[in-house]
């Protein structure tokens, strides 16, 4: 599904990622951790297509395509979808328009008439139950004036609508409680398919309990220094990063 | 400085002499003789300081004959809305369409006793060349059962001075639209719109501005609003047309509320430019100012919004803000918000914000598969929707939504 080669990439002209490898197959659910500054947010920017980052060297496949010719849209249209650490407020713009103009311009893109307004409504309605998320939200702007767990929930139920084949969730535990974060997972868990494939990245183990990843990588400084099952997970949590620090030294 | 001023004048003097039919009336008279004192409007003047009208003694302007047989049904916001038809100027009685109280709605006649002149250099153009214009009066008490559409077309190279003067007496209410449409690159319309609300009247304007080609345009309205009387007033510049608006508001009653909503997205070369004044007199009323505008290429805008609060007008509340997007490095916006208040007892706010499309917003849009122009579509309708959201009337809130959407269908130009 995704195969990453020692991607490099820079903000700034400062080297941010210093040689990714990363091989992701379809079904799977990786797991990125890695303290502050590692590279991981940058990674995902990268991935998605964000402006300001310059990628040096490297190459990404995805779907047998080159991943970082394609622009932000088209990307997602291929079936990459990003769950943003933080998702912006657009006033204005309503969340059901904002949907069924990217649905629809997905839909376009592979050839497919675009969706009934009944269907839509039905999707939406079964989507949202998904992830909780009150269907006045889905009426309102988007994300303006939700609390930080109701964006974070948002942010799933769009990976539900959009039904992408590689979702990205970055630091999608950051700022939830407990109960939100048992929701989010969830809608995560009944998402998973084997067809579609997880990259959850993230700060703590915490989420991991929920979400039980297939692989968990260890991104330091730019670089992914240690691979591992879920056990890895459960070791960082124990020893801290400073035990890979140490080891990488 | 003097003579090149002076020779702006004679050249404008004599381009509306010569594109306007004879007339020797005292009226004219005195208005030809006020005009004396009055400078044509340069930049060293502060209200004129971006926006230059000598344009007009460099277009071939001809002297207006009557056109017949004009389709006017494109221009229709709503056809069973009641309607006034002006095609270069002069009313046509027969493709207008009067409410039942039309006995009240009359040509106006301009006599010596009124000044309208208010040192304004186009208004005195205005009464000394003076088209044609209607006298609007809707009766104490009456309710204008639909909408009336003052509709203003230009067809040729011409001149139109047009001068209309609205009534809405005690407990009437009135909703007005006055469309301003062009064919010709070459017209120049002169309209001045004097609005009268007396005790606890309620009137909504639209004023949508659609030339369909580079005219060019001076409108001047000003409102005169007693006590408990609603004023609003929507300015929607959609057209091609230079324009210069000058909207001027005396509250001179407690109780009183005016809205002043609007939207200009000038093109090309365009240039809009948006004077306003609201002016509160008496104590306990409310003026609420929302202007946005969208530039494109190598337009200008020009917002100048100016609150007055008189000392009297103790617990005044006047909001005022206006935000402007730039799509293009090209585009210019002056804006200036100004607060003059003498009171001491008043909640007024006023802002100014000009930027350009929120990156963020539209790589969010982007990374859902949405294109990067239809991005920038959802993003400028929902920054006009602002506006749009404050209208009552569906028929003008969807034109102007549509009229967004389609202008920014396929992205934005530079």
């Known amino acids: 599904m995704l195969e990453i080669r020692n991607l490099k990439a820079s903000v700034e002209e400062k080297e941010i990622l210093k040689g990714i490898n990363l091989k992701i197959n379809a079904g799977e659910v990786h797991a990125i951790m890695g303290p502050n500054g590692s590279g991981k947010s940058t990674l995902s920017s990268v991935l998605a297509g964000r402006d300001g980052y310059e990628v040096t060297e490297g190459e990404v496949d995805f779907l047998q395509k080159n991943l970082l010719e394609l622009s932000p849209e088209?990307?997602?249209?291929?079936?990459?979808?990003?769950?943003?650490?933080?998702?912006?407020?657009?006033?204005?713009?309503?969340?059901?328009?904002?949907?069924?103009?990217?649905?629809n311009e997905i839909r376009t893109y592979k050839g497919l008439e675009a969706i009934s307004a009944k269907d839509f409504l039905a999707l939406v309605k079964?989507?949202?139950?998904?992830?909780?998320?009150?269907?006045?939200?889905?009426?309102?702007?988007?994300?303006?004036?939700?609390?930080?767990?109701?964006?974070?929930?948002?942010?799933?139920?769009?990976?539900?609508?959009?039904?992408?084949?590689?979702?990205?969730?970055?630091?999608?535990?950051?700022?939830?409680?407990?109960?939100?974060?048992?929701?989010?997972?969830?809608?995560?868990?009944?998402?998973?398919?084997?067809?579609?494939?997880?990259?959850?990245?993230?700060?703590?183990?915490?989420?991991?309990?929920?979400?039980?990843?297939?692989?968990?990588?260890?991104?330091?400084?730019?670089?992914?220094?240690k691979s591992g099952t879920k056990e890895l997970a459960l070791e960082l949590e124990e020893k801290g990063y400073d035990w890979i620090k140490a080891e990488t030294v | 400085m003097t003579t090149v001023a002076a020779t702006v004048k004679d050249k404008i003097l004599t381009i509306f002499k010569n594109a306007s039919a004879k007339s020797n009336t005292a009226y004219r008279k005195e208005a030809l003789e006020y005009l004396q004192?009055?400078?044509?409007?340069?930049?060293?003047?502060?209200?004129?300081?971006?926006?230059?009208?000598?344009?007009?003694?460099?277009?071939?302007?001809?002297?207006?004959?009557?056109?017949?047989?004009?389709?006017?049904?494109?221009?229709?916001?709503?056809?069973?809305?009641?309607?006034?038809?002006?095609?270069?100027?002069?009313?046509?009685?027969?493709?207008?369409?009067?409410?039942?109280?039309?006995?009240?709605?009359?040509?106006?006649?301009?006599?010596?006793?009124?000044?309208?002149f208010n040192k304004n250099f186009f208004t005195t153009l205005?009464?000394?060349?003076?088209?044609?214009?209607?006298?609007?009066?809707?009766?104490?008490?009456?309710?204008?059962?639909?909408?009336?559409?003052?509709?203003?077309?230009?067809?040729?190279?011409?001149?139109?001075?047009?001068?209309?003067?609205?009534?809405?007496?005690?407990?009437?209410?009135?909703?007005?639209?006055?469309?301003?449409?062009?064919?010709?690159?070459?017209?120049?319309?002169?309209?001045?719109?004097?609005?009268?609300?007396?005790?606890?009247?309620?009137?909504?304007?639209?004023?949508?501005?659609l030339?369909?080609?580079?005219?060019?345009?001076?409108?001047?309205?000003?409102?005169?609003?007693?006590?408990?009387?609603?004023?609003?007033?929507?300015?929607?510049?959609?057209?091609?047309?230079?324009?210069?608006?000058?909207?001027?508001?005396?509250?001179?009653g407690s109780h009183c509320e005016a809205n002043l909503y609007g939207a200009y997205l000038p093109q090309n070369n365009q240039h809009i430019d948006n004077h306003t004044l609201v002016k509160h007199l008496k104590p306990h009323s409310v003026s609420?100012?929302?202007y946005k505008g969208v530039l494109t290429h190598r337009s200008t805008g020009v917002f100048n919004g100016k609150v007055l609060v008189e000392k009297n007008a103790?617990?005044?509340?006047?909001?005022?803000?206006?935000?402007?997007?730039?799509?293009?490095?090209?585009?210019?916006?002056y804006s200036k918000p100004e607060l003059e208040i003498y009171a001491d007892d008043v909640k007024c706010s006023h802002g100014s914000t000009t930027g350009q499309i929120d990156e963020e917003a539209l790589f969010y849009l982007q990374s859902r598969g949405i294109s990067k122009d239809s991005a920038m579509r959802l993003l400028v309708q929902?920054?006009?929707?602002?506006?749009?959201?404050?209208?009552?009337?569906?028929?003008?809130k969807t034109y102007v939504e549509e009229y967004v959407s389609d202008r920014f269908m396929n992205g934005y130009a530079q």
Not at chain 1, 130 to 151: H, P, Q, T, Y
Not at chain 2, 83 to 107: Q, R
Not at chain 2, 169 to 183: D, F, G, M
């Open chain 2, 314 to 333: 103790q617990k005044t509340n006047a909001y005022q803000s206006n935000s402007n997007i730039l799509l293009s490095n090209d585009a210019t916006v």
């Open chain 2, 37 to 116: 004192n009055l400078e044509v409007p340069h930049s060293r003047m502060e209200n004129w300081k971006y926006t230059r009208p000598a344009f007009l003694t460099k277009n071939n302007y001809e002297l207006a004959s009557e056109i017949k047989n004009i389709d006017i049904s494109p221009y229709l916001l709503d056809a069973t809305y009641y309607h006034l038809v002006f095609i270069n100027g002069l009313y046509s009685e027969k493709e207008s369409v009067l409410p039942a109280v039309a006995k009240d709605i009359l040509l106006v006649e301009l006599k010596n006793s009124d000044n309208f």
């Open chain 1, 74 to 103: 088209d990307r997602a249209r291929e079936g990459l979808f990003l769950a943003f650490q933080y998702p912006i407020e657009i006033p204005g713009v309503s969340n059901i328009n904002f949907l069924k103009t990217a649905l």
């Open chain 1, 126 to 225: 079964e989507k949202s139950q998904l992830v909780e998320l009150d269907s006045k939200l889905a009426n309102r702007s988007v994300n303006e004036g939700f609390s930080g767990g109701e964006k974070k929930r948002n942010e799933i139920f769009q990976l539900a609508m959009l039904n992408p084949k590689l979702a990205i969730l970055d630091e999608t535990d950051s700022g939830l409680d407990i109960d939100a974060l048992r929701i989010v997972a969830n809608g995560v868990n009944k998402l998973r398919s084997k067809d579609r494939s997880f990259i959850i990245i993230t700060h703590y183990q915490r989420l991991l309990d929920y979400i039980v990843p297939d692989f968990v990588h260890v991104l330091y400084n730019g670089k992914i220094v």
């Open chain 2, 288 to 290: 609420n100012e929302l």
């Open chain 2, 211 to 252: 030339e369909e080609s580079e005219s060019s345009q001076y409108n001047y309205i000003n409102c005169r609003q007693e006590q408990n009387s609603v004023f609003t007033i929507n300015t929607f510049s959609l057209g091609k047309s230079w324009i210069r608006n000058d909207l001027d508001i005396v509250i001179n």
């Open chain 2, 126 to 209: 205005n009464a000394a060349y003076f088209t044609a214009g209607l006298n609007i009066h809707i009766p104490s008490g009456i309710k204008l059962d639909k909408p009336l559409q003052i509709i203003h077309l230009s067809t040729h190279n011409y001149i139109a001075n047009v001068h209309h003067v609205i009534t809405v007496e005690k407990n009437a209410k009135a909703e007005i639209l006055i469309t301003t449409h062009s064919l010709s690159e070459n017209a120049f319309l002169n309209i001045f719109t004097e609005i009268e609300c007396k005790e606890n009247a309620t009137l909504t304007a639209h004023l949508l501005q």
């Open chain 2, 382 to 396: 929902a920054f006009v929707a602002d506006v749009t959201k404050s209208l009552s009337n569906q028929t003008v």
